[in-house]
């Protein structure tokens, strides 16, 4: 492809609201352009390597055995009605209404669709096992759209459906998604690691996440060098730890605690430490209020705290009036002692003896509290965040912890959507059962963002060859000068000739502009023809390589195929 041709708008200045440097260099390098909030436009050179990653999970799902189809992104109301999750999708559903008043949406995700298609269309049980996947655009309002394409509200992505005849069929048709996965994500050039996810809310068996470990990621992390466990934070369950404290019920001492709203000012004005305290932190459930308990140095998961309170809607802050008049008293000293709401602490809130809580009146907390005399909590159970250093659940050596994207989630749903629909078969003995399924997504536009992410110096992208827009580029330093342009078109159309997916910079711009733009846009090698060209040298430089070599313009084409395939 000849630069001069291509729609390439790079940018020096990038919009304030990038704030990670894979959303900064895809709108940089004019691989995307915005749209409205979470909604974006591929360019050329963005669209290109969104199919190299698309190619390279079609490959695999075909390798693994999926069969694919495609479905609408439009779909009728009735489907996710039976399932009941027309209403669990609440406002991040796109909703909408044909001429005649009925109920669609815009596809968040396909469970619904691929079992009636499998009812509709399978009439044997010998036609078991069965995955079928596609490739496909789908919609969500997410409340909160932001790092580019990490997060938008139209995205792609690879969902994929098994259906087996029982629980062991799952088992292995799962694990033959878990292996394509790993190819997928090793092929696309990702770092990445598999963990243990929750399964509990949508009634699963089991449930694993492909994370690319990242600073910016939203997910937590929590892993074990020792013996190889990894799971999300909300999976992970911590192990309590208790802290030295004095034995006895101390008599319980209402203190003043003018303006200490938060622990940290708390710790400061009574002079303790913060495991010393409980905090009290109410939350909206669906249609109802709760308060849930953690030690002072904790935080409260709220994915944990969800599950194990049933609610369908995610958790949210009480509101500060509500707060108010819930404890009867300004926010920041809620407590447990006669709350009138149920109360969730977390088990080390249950180990502490002789602790400090709100008292439900303003600047004021309870000294000496202890559970049993001073009050009770209705529910005790797992419900903070882990943190580095807390023991692993499965040796007991110190866990750490990070961040990550997740890219892939791959699920057992056993029977809920078969039951829930009807996708049932009769076996050799005509006795009839329930088809067991599996779901398999991976985020196919997230994929290459979380590659930029991963992938990058101060300079720009620096894309492995197998999802690069272009693999090469050839780069005459003075467009002006016939002999360089001569030699440049050359190897132009010797690599072309060879498959080597190649652009030539004939833009009548100066050499420090382009080789500017080859780094970044990412382009894995380059070649600049420059002032040797007499004496029949260029330049070679990888994308990853400090500095240019010298080599003989004849061995370059050579030089180049070569990176290329050894790297693709
Ligand atoms: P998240 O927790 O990030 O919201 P999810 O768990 O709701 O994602 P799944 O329903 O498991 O997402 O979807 C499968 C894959 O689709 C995810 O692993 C992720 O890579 C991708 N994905 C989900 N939501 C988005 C989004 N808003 N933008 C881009 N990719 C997404
Ligand atoms: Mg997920």
Same mark, same amino acid.
């Given at each position: 492809?000849?630069?001069?041709?291509?729609?390439?708008p790079? /940018?020096?200045?990038?919009?304030?609201?990038?704030?990670?440097?894979?959303?900064?260099?895809?709108?940089?390098?004019?691989?995307i352009r915005?749209?409205?909030?979470?909604? $974006?436009?591929?360019?050329? /050179?963005?669209?290109?390597?969104?199919? #190299?990653?698309?190619?390279?999970?079609?490959?695999?799902?075909?390798?693994a055995?999926?069969?694919?189809?495609?479905?609408?992104?439009?779909?009728?109301?009735?489907?996710?009605?039976?399932?009941?999750?027309?209403?669990?999708?609440g406002? %991040?559903?796109?909703?909408?209404?044909?001429?005649?008043?009925?109920?669609?949406?815009?596809?968040?995700?396909?469970?619904?669709?691929?079992?009636?298609?499998?009812?509709?269309n399978?009439? %044997?049980?010998?036609?078991? !096992?069965?995955?079928?996947?596609? +490739?496909?655009t789908?919609?969500?309002?997410?409340?909160?759209?932001?790092?580019?394409v990490?997060r %938008?509200?139209e995205?792609?992505?690879?969902?994929?459906?098994?259906?087996?005849?029982?629980?062991?069929?799952?088992?292995?048709?799962?694990?033959?998604?878990?292996?394509?996965?790993?190819?997928?994500?090793?092929?696309i050039?990702?770092?990445?690691?598999?963990?243990?996810?929750?399964?509990g809310a949508?009634g699963?068996?089991?449930?694993?996440?492909?994370?690319?470990?990242? !600073?910016?990621?939203?997910?937590?992390?929590?892993y074990?060098?020792?013996?190889?466990?990894?799971?999300?934070?909300?999976k992970?369950?911590?192990?309590?730890?208790?802290?030295?404290?004095?034995s &006895?019920?101390? !008599?319980?001492?209402?203190?003043?605690?003018?303006?200490?709203?938060?622990? =940290?000012?708390?710790v400061?004005?009574?002079?303790?430490?913060?495991?010393?305290?409980?905090?009290? *932190?109410?939350?909206?459930?669906?249609?109802?209020?709760i308060?849930?308990?953690?030690?002072?140095?904790?935080d409260?998961?709220?994915?944990?705290? #969800?599950? /194990?309170?049933?609610?369908?809607?995610?958790?949210?802050?009480?509101?500060? @009036?509500?707060?108010?008049?819930?404890?009867?008293?300004?926010v920041?000293?809620?407590?447990?002692?006669?709350?009138?709401?149920?109360?969730?602490?977390? #088990?080390?809130?249950?180990?502490?003896?002789?602790?400090?809580? &709100?008292?439900?009146?303003?600047?004021?907390?309870?000294?000496?509290?202890?559970?049993?005399?001073?009050?009770?909590?209705?529910?005790?159970?797992?419900?903070r965040?882990?943190?580095?250093?807390?023991?692993c659940?499965?040796?007991g050596k110190?866990?750490?912890? =990070?961040?990550? *994207?997740?890219?892939?989630? *791959?699920?057992?749903?056993?029977?809920? $959507?078969?039951?829930?629909?009807?996708?049932?078969?009769?076996?050799?003995?005509?006795?009839?059962?329930?088809?067991?399924?599996?779901?398999?997504?991976?985020?196919?536009?997230?994929c290459?963002?979380?590659?930029?992410?991963?992938?990058?110096?101060?300079?720009g992208? *620096?894309?492995?060859? %197998?999802?690069a827009?272009? =693999?090469?580029?050839?780069?005459p330093?003075n467009?002006?000068?016939?002999?360089?342009?001569?030699?440049a078109?050359?190897? $132009?159309?010797?690599?072309?000739?060879?498959?080597?997916?190649?652009?030539?910079?004939?833009r009548?711009?100066? @050499?420090?502009?382009?080789? #500017?733009?080859?780094?970044?846009?990412? +382009?894995?090698?380059?070649?600049?023809v420059?002032?040797?060209?007499?004496?029949?040298?260029?330049? $070679?430089?990888?994308?990853?390589?400090?500095?240019?070599?010298?080599i003989?313009?004849?061995?370059?084409?050579?030089?180049?195929?070569?990176?290329?395939?050894?790297?693709?």
């Amino acid at each position: 492809m000849r630069m001069s041709r291509l729609l390439m708008p790079t /940018l020096r200045e990038v919009p304030a609201e990038a704030e990670i440097a894979s959303h900064r260099l895809m709108l940089r390098a004019g691989l995307i352009r915005k749209l409205a909030a979470g909604v $974006y436009s591929y360019l050329p /050179l963005g669209i290109r390597t969104l199919q #190299k990653v698309q190619n390279i999970v079609r490959e695999e799902m075909d390798a693994a055995g999926a069969q694919e189809l495609i479905m609408s992104a439009l779909l009728p109301a009735e489907a996710y009605q039976a399932s009941g999750r027309w209403e669990v999708f609440g406002p %991040s559903m796109f909703r909408l209404k044909d001429r005649n008043d009925r109920d669609f949406c815009l596809g968040p995700t396909h469970e619904e669709l691929f079992t009636e298609c499998v009812i509709d269309n399978v009439k %044997s049980y010998k036609e078991y !096992p069965m995955t079928l996947y596609q +490739i496909q655009t789908k919609y969500r309002d997410e409340a909160r759209p932001r790092f580019g394409v990490i997060r %938008s509200r139209e995205f792609i992505m690879k969902d994929a459906y098994s259906f087996d005849l029982d629980e062991k069929g799952l088992d292995e048709s799962y694990k033959k998604m878990y292996d394509a996965y790993n190819k997928i994500f090793t092929r696309i050039g990702l770092d990445f690691t598999v963990v243990d996810a929750d399964s509990g809310a949508m009634g699963g068996s089991g449930s694993q996440e492909f994370m690319v470990k990242s !600073p910016v990621g939203e997910d937590g992390i929590a892993y074990c060098d020792a013996c190889g466990y990894a799971a999300n934070y909300e999976k992970c369950e911590c192990i309590p730890k208790e802290v030295i404290q004095i034995s &006895g019920d101390l !008599p319980r001492e209402k203190i003043e605690t003018p303006n200490a709203h938060t622990i =940290e000012e708390l710790v400061l004005s009574l002079g303790m430490e913060a495991t010393n305290f409980a905090k009290t *932190i109410i939350y909206k459930a669906d249609d109802k209020y709760i308060a849930a308990m953690v030690r002072g140095d904790r935080d409260v998961n709220e994915v944990k705290l #969800k599950n /194990l309170v049933g609610c369908t809607d995610d958790l949210e802050l009480a509101e500060p @009036a509500i707060v108010r008049e819930i404890t009867r008293a300004q926010v920041g000293f809620a407590g447990p002692i006669d709350l009138g709401i149920p109360v969730y602490a977390d #088990k080390e809130v249950a180990m502490m003896k002789n602790f400090v809580v &709100g008292a439900n009146e303003t600047d004021m907390h309870y000294k000496n509290v202890n559970i049993g005399r001073d009050f009770e909590p209705d529910v005790v159970a797992d419900i903070r965040v882990v943190v580095t250093g807390d023991a692993c659940p499965k040796c007991g050596k110190p866990i750490k912890s =990070e961040q990550g *994207i997740e890219v892939g989630h *791959i699920f057992k749903l056993g029977t809920k $959507y078969s039951d829930a629909l009807g996708l049932r078969y009769l076996d050799e003995n005509s006795e009839q059962k329930t088809v067991v399924m599996g779901c398999y997504g991976i985020g196919v536009t997230r994929c290459v963002a979380a590659a930029v992410e991963q992938l990058h110096d101060d300079n720009g992208i *620096i894309w492995p060859v %197998s999802i690069a827009p272009y =693999e090469a580029i050839v780069v005459p330093a003075n467009y002006k000068s016939e002999e360089q342009m001569a030699a440049a078109e050359k190897l $132009y159309k010797e690599l072309t000739a060879a498959g080597i997916e190649t652009l030539i910079d004939d833009r009548a711009e100066r @050499a420090g502009v382009k080789f #500017k733009d080859a780094d970044l846009i990412g +382009i894995p090698v380059r070649v600049v023809v420059g002032k040797k060209v007499g004496e029949g040298i260029a330049e $070679y430089k990888e994308r990853t390589m400090e500095k240019a070599v010298e080599i003989s313009i004849d061995e370059a084409a050579g030089k180049v195929i070569d990176f290329v395939r050894r790297n693709k």
